[in-house]
């Protein structure tokens, strides 16, 4: 079984400071990124199920609490942890975002090292 990590993140910078960040903590699971809500679903449908869900909650043209409720809505999905990524921490985001099916909610850290930290813990699921 070939498994590996989707991630939702429009932002260039975010997708290469992660892969970055996976090469340097020697993760040995293929990450998938889409750069939009079409794309994401579009790899979705195409390869087998992802180990983990990355999503960015400001993510285009759908937001990350829109691809939440759809995809917790397709069968065969709800088994994978999906994390949120935002860079707000409100806690209303949150609470959305857990009532729609997310395995957790993270803050986007401002420093490197706090990058590497939130990264390595996405392992933990």
């Given at each position: 079984?070939?498994?590996f990590v989707?991630?939702?993140?429009?932002?260039?910078?975010?997708?290469?400071?992660?892969?970055?960040?996976?090469?340097?903590?020697?993760?040995?699971?293929?990450?998938?990124?889409?750069?939009?809500?079409?794309?994401?679903?579009?790899?979705?449908?195409?390869?087998?199920?992802?180990?983990?869900?990355?999503?960015?909650?400001?993510?285009?043209?759908?937001?990350?609490?829109?691809?939440?409720?759809?995809?917790?809505?397709?069968?065969?999905?709800?088994?994978?942890?999906?994390?949120?990524?935002?860079?707000?921490?409100?806690?209303?985001?949150?609470?959305?975002?857990?009532?729609?099916?997310?395995?957790?909610?993270?803050?986007?850290?401002?420093?490197?090292?706090?990058?590497?930290?939130?990264?390595?813990?996405?392992?933990?699921?």
């Open positions: 079984m070939n498994r989707l991630m939702l993140e429009g932002d260039g910078d975010d997708r290469y400071i992660t892969q970055q960040t996976l090469s340097e903590l020697q993760v040995d699971i293929p990450i998938k990124f889409s750069s939009n809500s079409i794309e994401f679903f579009n790899v979705l449908s195409e390869r087998e199920k992802p180990a983990l869900i990355l999503i960015d909650y400001n993510s285009v043209p759908e937001n990350g609490i829109e691809v939440l409720k759809k995809l917790k809505s397709s069968a065969g999905y709800n088994d994978i942890p999906v994390v949120i990524l935002s860079d707000s921490n409100l806690p209303k985001y949150k609470s959305e975002c857990y009532q729609h099916g997310a395995s957790s909610f993270i803050k986007k850290p401002d420093s490197s090292e706090g990058t590497n930290k939130k990264i390595a813990s996405f392992f933990n699921y």
